[in-house]
């Protein structure tokens, strides 16, 4: 390719040689954010595709096994919750949180959405929790409704993490949008230049100054080039993107975890991101190890980064956009269905519980003879969760965040 | 109408280039679309047969050394042969795409190649496992790219009824619940899937917000469940899968003898004409193309003209073109904003890449040129999140972490895929134009080196929006 072979130090070295500044990755940006109201802690963690909750959480139940010949078959895991449902082995890492009490799920619940079973509407109902979506106009998420009326909310008060765009935190209030896999290298000059060529255009100017901020950039904080730990960091970094199916890379969600992490031990106090992969329709039994793998490692490395002070304060909701059929597939997979499952975690839930009500199995029991029945709505979770963490009074809850949600009784989800 | 040379290629095409010229007018971008494509060396891109045997080869490679005895050196040897193939293979699926770049840096038919990029989003299948992402790349080639200039219905029936699709949306294991296959092994709860069904109608055809309910979506499945894949001869109907009795999609009633290929192409070709389906594809070209707020009467002639033609795409396009609102300026800090693979290859088109340096790319440069870029970037080459494509807002690009990736290439890139760097105040002229703003002008001239100078006109505003 041209004359020049493209290698890690030219990504290096022709940045050290204009000499300024030296970007880095957000994990080393000195951070000096300002905090709003409160210690707590609000994670939202997206499961896109449709978690199977009962096969993540197996009750003991024959009528369910005679529904699913294959996947209601395995081995007892041991992991026996309460209520006598059996935890999903791939999720054993996550069986000290709950013999910890910083574990719990909500069975049963679902968004409003019913009937025509779209990721896509599925998931815009889910992160816009309201309850309809109408086609028109510009959509928010609900996350980003709570911070419009959380007091001394400012752009580093929320991070949505990765590269995965969500509609969850969308909206008038400023949300950062950051994953730890981008930096480069600018002279101040090309920073002030670059400020010039966007003057004109406020969207794409302001934009920019986050990301140079973000990287490292923007004055103040240059690093030289000789400062060995910034060059091994950098080097790391650089690695980690030229080699996209290098250890690194594999781990991406613990990246994304570890960053969100790294923003909520400073001044973050709300964060989200996704974690893909549970469209299940064929081999589940396979197929499910990877996300539930994935949302293990991730809740770990939440708790890891924050340290033990601010665990404390956490809350984690770990929501989809539906359950999945009740009833195995011609594939030993499950197609898209109705009720489904809420996880909770953290240090400052009350955890070793498991809330909501589960509808039986038997046909009359079942949503459209198909999915498990919605006992519940999920977003009257959230809305406690959000109330029992940042004390937003009801009346916002169930008109602006959850318009329409009655929130009823207190699940008591935070200890 | 206001026809403006450099609007159609940045608009309508990869942006300007410093060695192809822009179109002349509206006429002479139909007549490119309508007539055949220009060739390209080594635009060898395997056909669908061909594509079969190497997977089949590479499948009975994988099958001997697994076969061998296990610690054997002669199963050694198996698999290291067999790993050679697929990092041959992984090459070639290199260069293909890299054809694609070319395509796109030096066709005079930008519009095409717009074209092209558009639809192969819109049937977006990325592969779920190596196999499939050996083929993703063929299967743009072959059942998107031949025809965006022809009836909706033939891409339609080509794309969502190739193996990619197929696999893609698990139809393979799609049986009718009550077909001969399906009761001759009770023990094994043989059945439907419904994902292609689904995703035909609520983002192939009709569009998500159309008149269709679940019974359609079941019903399509139904007609659905022959249509399977055979790893030798590619897409086949088998009847003893299909569901038996006939199947009411949309009001209509479709196979009522036996069951026949014809009905799955009958339903899929009403589809295609269905009036949702020609506003759903007339809003997302002009969504895609025009303006995230396209202008009313637009859409309409877009999609008169569609049912006028029964869903002619290259007189849809040209009804897009013929109409002033497609043609309208943007001020600055309005407009369009670039999605990063249009980014990345009008940057490329502007640097005028040599045709050699994509076609013949190595794997790992194009991760560096492209797929590392464009993952950070939030648009791994066609591999959106789900079937539904990439996002179309802007506000879904215009992010710190896309900017700052976007900064990240343009200083890095550019200097290893060109001999020389241009200079920067000639390129601002390659690039914008004779439009370009003043004060890019003034960054290109006083950026300390050309690296700099290069990035600061792809990052402006004025590159980066159309």
């Not at chain 1, 935890?87 to 054993?92: K, S």
């Not at chain 1, 009937?115 to 109408?134: C, I, M, P, V």
């Not at chain 1, 400073?266 to 949302?295: E, K």
């Not at chain 2, 999140?385 to 506000?395: H, L, M, N, Y």
Request: aromatic share 6%; glycine share 10%.
């Amino acid at each position: 390719m041209g004359k020049t072979d493209m290698n890690r130090r030219m990504f290096l070295g022709r940045g050290l040689a204009v000499g300024c500044s030296l970007a880095a990755s957000p994990m080393l940006t000195p951070v000096s954010f300002a905090a709003t109201g409160g210690e707590n802690r609000l994670v939202v963690i997206i499961l896109r595709g449709g978690l199977d909750g009962l096969d993540l959480l197996q009750p003991a139940d024959r009528g369910l096994q005679v529904l699913r010949p294959t996947l209601a078959a395995r081995k007892p895991t041991g992991l026996e919750v309460t209520g006598g449902a059996m935890l999903h082995q791939a999720c054993a890492p996550l069986w000290p949180l709950w013999q910890a009490g910083e574990l719990a799920f909500v069975q049963g619940v679902s968004t409003p959405y019913r009937n025509k079973r779209s990721h896509f509407d599925g998931q815009d109902y889910l992160e816009a929790g309201t309850a309809s979506l109408n086609g028109s106009g510009r959509k928010d998420g609900w996350l980003n409704r709570m911070l419009q009326n959380m007091p001394g909310s400012e752009m580093r008060t929320a991070f949505a993490v990765g590269a995965d765009p969500m509609l969850l935190s969308r909206g008038d209030a400023p949300v950062e949008t950051w994953s730890p896999d981008v930096g480069f290298v600018l002279s101040s000059q090309g920073a002030r230049l670059l400020e010039l060529t966007m003057e004109r255009d406020p969207q794409m100017a302001l934009v920019m100054k986050r990301a140079l901020l973000l990287a490292g950039e923007g004055g103040g904080g240059a690093m030289t080039a000789d400062d060995a730990d910034t060059m091994g960091a950098l080097e790391d970094m650089m690695d980690a993107q030229m080699n996209p199916n290098g250890k690194g890379a594999a781990k991406s969600h613990v990246r994304v975890a570890e960053f969100a992490a790294g923003q909520l031990r400073a001044a973050a106090r709300v964060a989200c991101f996704s974690i893909g992969g549970w469209d299940t329709h064929a081999n589940q039994a396979r197929a499910l190890r990877i996300p539930l793998t994935r949302l293990s490692d991730s809740l770990l490395a939440l708790k890891a980064g924050v340290g033990a002070k601010v665990w404390e304060r956490t809350t984690v909701l770990a929501m989809t956009e539906f359950g999945r059929t009740v009833a195995e597939n011609g594939t030993k997979g499950t197609d898209h269905g109705t009720g489904g499952m809420m996880v909770l975690a953290g240090g400052a839930i009350r955890g070793q519980t498991v809330h909501g009500h589960l509808a039986g199995f038997e046909e009359v029991d079942l949503f459209q003879g198909r999915d498990l029945m919605p006992t519940d709505d999920v977003r009257r979770y959230a809305a406690w969760a959000i109330r029992e963490s940042f004390g937003l009074d009801r009346f916002t809850l169930e008109s602006v965040v959850f318009p329409g949600v009655q929130m009823g009784d207190a699940p008591r989800l935070l200890a | 109408m206001v026809f403006d040379s450099d609007m159609a290629q940045t608009r309508f095409g990869y942006g300007r280039s410093p060695r192809v010229a822009g179109p002349r007018d509206v006429d002479e971008m139909v007549a490119r679309l309508r007539g055949a494509e220009a060739p390209l060396a080594d635009a060898d891109i395997p056909s669908d047969a061909e594509m079969r045997q190497r997977i089949a080869d590479l499948t009975a490679m994988r099958r001997t050394y697994r076969k061998a005895d296990e610690g054997s050196t002669e199963r050694g040897r198996l698999k290291q042969k067999y790993n050679a193939a697929r990092r041959a293979t992984r090459e070639d699926v290199a260069g293909w795409i890299g054809v694609t770049l070319a395509r796109r840096v030096w066709s005079p038919d930008g519009l095409r190649e717009r074209l092209v990029a558009f639809w192969a989003d819109h049937f977006s299948a990325p592969g779920k496992n190596e196999q499939f992402r050996f083929i993703a790349p063929t299967y743009v080639a072959n059942a998107v790219r031949p025809f965006v200039a022809a009836r909706f219905e033939e891409m339609l029936i080509s794309a969502a009824l190739h193996p990619q699709m197929l696999h893609y949306l698990d139809q393979n294991s799609s049986i009718g619940p009550n077909s001969s296959m399906a009761r001759a092994r009770p023990e094994k709860t043989l059945g439907l899937n419904e994902n292609l069904a689904r995703e035909v109608l609520e983002l192939h055809t009709l569009g998500v917000g159309a008149a269709y309910a679940q019974h359609d979506v079941r019903q399509l499945a139904e007609l659905l469940a022959g249509i399977t894949t055979n790893p030798k001869k590619g897409v086949v109907y088998v009847t003893k899968r299909t569901e038996p009795g006939s199947h009411t999609v949309l009001g209509k009633e479709y196979g009522t003898r036996r069951a026949r290929i014809s009905d799955v192409k009958e339903v899929l070709r009403d589809l295609a004409r269905h009036p949702d389906t020609a506003r759903h594809i007339s809003r997302k070209l002009a969504v895609h193309f025009v303006s995230e707020q396209p202008d009313e009467d637009l859409l309409v002639s877009m999609a008169v003209r569609y049912l006028e033609t029964d869903g002619d795409l290259a007189e849809v396009v040209e009804a897009m073109l013929r109409h002033p609102a497609s043609w309208r300026p943007v001020g600055e800090g309005s407009g369009n904003f670039k999605q990063p693979d249009l980014f990345l290859s009008s940057a490329l088109r502007a640097l005028a890449v040599p045709e050699r340096a994509l076609t013949g790319v190595k794997a790992n440069q194009l991760n560096r040129l492209l797929g590392t870029p464009l993952r950070t970037m939030g648009q791994p080459w066609r591999r959106p999140i789900g079937p539904d494509g990439f996002a179309e807002e802007d506000s879904h690009w215009i992010t710190a972490q896309g900017m700052a990736a976007r900064l990240q290439w343009a200083l890095s890139v550019p200097t290893a895929v060109v001999d020389e760097l241009p200079d920067p105040r000639a390129f601002v002229e390659t690039a914008l134009g004779p439009q370009a703003p003043a004060a890019v002008r003034f960054a290109a001239e006083a950026a300390e080196n050309r690296r700099e100078g290069i990035a600061l006109v792809l990052m402006s505003p004025a590159f980066q929006r159309v």
